[in-house]
């Protein structure tokens, strides 16, 4: 999932300066901003059928931060 | 209690999305003022929680997901007849154009547009709307007014603006009239997802410099579901604390 989810981020974001990895602190990307943001919850709504609230996105730094809500999300479900 | 030109007394009034928020609102103000409300929403514990709250005693609650099209016309035949609605069911979903799709696109609009046209249908063609009752639609300031990611809502709202303008031009001859309420931010159920960074830039928008609270489109329900708006159809009454001045 993290490769996955680490190319999707790149194409949903456009992200063209930088290489990703799990500790990469997002919020501090140049093409970061509110739509990047609302897109990336809705992705993840769309890819993994995971609703992240607005509250919950803001504590998540990196993309790291993001996969491990996502998996516990899944989890949660199961 | 005296039953002034604002008064609902003796009147009956059908309330969706009366479990939660502004319905909820809406509900417990209208009863205030003399109506028998009659609740409509899916979760029965919550409608069961605001009937409670609702002064009078000839007030109930039906248990009903208005996007079961196929189940409302039993819903409907069920109804007494009615002095006045208030559509108040909705929905909110954030996406940026590159992820609305026809089926995110179609959860929006089968709660925030279709349920409406055709719960309205239904209570035409049943005829269980009084004449000189009154017909409210709560839209939105979003139908016009742009924030990030709410295209789908924004355009739902949208079709409810226009599609009161119709209505109120066939009902009139029943002197039927359909009016909507455009609320600007009020925190509710529907506003929980927004984090409170968002709030704070948000509320700086806000002239009066406060979000709204419910009971604040209640009163405007109360309006134009009473006496006191006789003349007023097709009208969009905005409720939003100035925002949309500028
Ligand atoms: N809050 C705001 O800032 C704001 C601003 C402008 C306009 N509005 C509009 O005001 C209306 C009410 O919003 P709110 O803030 O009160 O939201 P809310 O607290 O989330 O309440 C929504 C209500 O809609 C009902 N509902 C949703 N889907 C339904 C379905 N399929 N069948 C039956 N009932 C359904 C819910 O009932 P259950 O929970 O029982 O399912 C609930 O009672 C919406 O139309 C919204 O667009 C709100």
Redesign the interface.
Known sequence: MKEQFIEKFKE?VEVESVELTLETNFRELEEWD??AG??I???I??EYDVVL???E??NQNTIGDLINAIQSKIDGKA | MTNGIFGLHGKKVLITGASSGLGKAIAIECAKQGAEVILVGRDIDRLNATLSLCEGSNNWTIQQDLTDLNGLSQFVQNLPMLDGAVFCAGIIKRNPIKFINPSTLQNIFDINVFSIVELTRLLVKLKKINNDASLVMISSVGSDHASLGNISYMASKGAINSFIRGLAFELAKNQVRVNAVLPGMIKTNLTKGISDEDLKFEIERYPLGRFGQPEEVAYACIYLLSDASKWVTGTKLVIDGGLTLR
Do not use: C
């Open positions: 949903v509110s739509l609302l897109s919850i809705a992705m709504d769309e609230e607005g509250s996105f803001k």
